[in-house]
């Protein structure tokens, strides 16, 4: 299953067809109803989940063969409900187990006496049902993680009893499928694992690089500050470039101030004073031959986005998905 919800982690890389109509994708996964739209437009052959449906949304659902993820009791009483009005009875549909993660699913010590409050027959195509991993990258949350497929295990053998058209199951998400590959039942949530960016060592580069250039170059003496409420302080007399790429692009303003770091002509350069909203100032003092115009690296293969998370205080994914609609996506085949 390829997770491209959020457009696709901020890259809108779905609009690629050759991307989306790759035969190893089986499934596409949204979180909500209306990010399937304009994937409608390019993976028509493939069925599309909809991992948090609302009810205000059955009919656009079953307009487009929408697939929903039904979390709750009430949530399948409703749609089974809906599509007996409706005249779609043996929709598809996927049911969500809570192993741990609490925040959607059915809980998994009381399936059994969940199913038994349905007091009407369920004629719905339950195709797959699914856990999520609250820790599946942490190496000291493995025996929790161990839990969950445990957890998840028990609660699939009472749900088949009662849904015996189940066929597929999954708990893994990336670093899931990567950490514990055991427990990846016949399915796989792969998401921000298509584009490389995955701390574990498998030789895979990363296959996003955010870029941008170098819009002025001035000499600013030892004891000036930079920036906006002065907030760095110049120790020596620096060589300060500015670059174009600002909070309102979706660059942290906690990497100001020399917390962060950006890539160009083989070295790395601080970043000085605070992060503005177009545009930020980088010390490249010491870096020879810097012109006007030159490109720099954000993130991509010569800096990581997990180091970039890192000064940041954050995780990769709020990274790349917080990348603005003004940077300009280009697409390398």
């Given amino acids: 299953m390829a997770v491209v919800k959020a457009n696709s982690y901020g890259t809108a890389f779905w609009q690629l067809p050759h991307f989306v ?56 009483k409703a749609f089974n409900g809906f599509c007996e009005q409706t005249n779609c009875s043996n929709y598809p549909v996927h049911i969500k187990i809570n192993t741990g993660m609490n925040r959607l699913g059915l809980d998994w010590h009381d399936i059994e006496q969940l199913l038994g409050s349905l007091s009407t027959p369920i004629n719905l195509n339950i195709v797959s049902a699914m856990s999520h991993y609250a820790a599946s990258g942490t190496a000291e949350q493995d025996n929790f993680s161990a839990l969950q497929v445990e957890r998840f295990n028990n609660a699939l053998s009472q ?52 870029k941008t250039t170098i819009a002025a170059i001035r000499t600013v003496p030892m004891g000036e500050t930079i920036g906006y409420e002065r907030a ?50 980088i010390d490249v003092s010491g870096i020879a031959n810097v012109a006007v115009g030159d490109e720099v690296e954000l993130f991509g293969n010569n800096l990581s986005i997990h180091d970039m998370a890192k000064w940041a205080g954050t995780i990769p994914y709020e990274i790349i998905c917080g990348v603005g609609e003004r940077v300009k996506r280009v697409y390398h085949l």
Wanted: charged residues 15%.
């Fill in 21 to 76: 109509n790759t035969d190893p994708i089986d499934y596409f996964v949204v979180a909500y109803a209306h990010e399937a739209t304009p994937l409608l437009r390019w993976a028509s052959q493939k069925p599309i989940i909809v991992m948090a449906p609302e009810v205000a949304n059955f009919h656009y659902l079953v307009q487009h063969r929408l697939e929903p993820v039904l979390h709750s009791i009430e949530l399948l």
């Fill in 159 to 210: 749900l088949k009893k009662r849904f015996p058209s189940i066929g597929i199951t999954h708990i893994s998400n990336t670093n899931g499928a990567l950490r514990h590959p055991i427990s990846t039942n016949n399915m796989v949530r792969i998401g921000i694992g298509m584009y490389g960016m995955v701390e574990q060592k498998l030789g895979l580069q990363q296959a996003i690089v955010w």
């Fill in 232 to 281: 760095t302080t110049l120790a020596h007399t620096a060589a300060i470039a500015v670059i174009q790429v600002g909070y309102a692009d979706g660059y942290s303003r906690k990497l100001g101030n020399q917390c962060g770091r950006v890539f160009l002509h083989n070295q790395l350069a601080p970043i000085v004073g605070n992060v503005c909203m177009d545009m930020i100032m």
